[in-house]
């Protein structure tokens, strides 16, 4: 049960923006078929994650993700100012690549949000070779002061029904 507590308090604290560390998101070698490219949590690409728009995962406002090409093949980057153009201040791309050639297999960039709004402002991930090649990723807002604190509650509760009496 502890182990149990452990793994939830993490993805818990990975959620909430309480962990400094950085997310890293494995992206596959890419097709011509949409959604184009594959996104997992592992380097074997076997836990895949719904990140594209509408999709029941999402990168959270607030965290940071590094995002890890396996293949060499069709070049990967992401941007909020549409196709092989330039980020704009809302959001801040370190590491390999760029908006024009992407990354390639082993290569990685890093993706932080400074004032990116979801509701108004989109993430573009794309193929620097092909300009068919388009799509959006799922961006979700921090959570409130108010889920934070019911989150905190429910771990502390979750704790204290695991000890033994």
Known sequence: MKSNILKMTFSTMMLCGISD???TIY???GG???PYYGFYSDSGLTQPLDIYSG???GLQIGQTYTFVKSA???PFYVGDNGYNQPSSNLISLTGDGSAASGIGGGQSFTLSFNGFDPSTDTLTYYCTA???MVGTLNVIPEPSGSLLLMMSASLLLM???SRPN
Do not use: L
Request: hydrophobic content about 25%; overall charge positive.
């Open 27 to 29: 992206v596959s070698g």
């Open 72 to 74: 060499t093949s069709h």
């Open 159 to 161: 704790s204290r029904r």
């Open 32 to 34: 011509f078929g949409a």
């Open 55 to 57: 999709g029941s995962d």
């Open 130 to 132: 092909h300009s068919s």
């Open 21 to 23: 560390a950085a997310t």
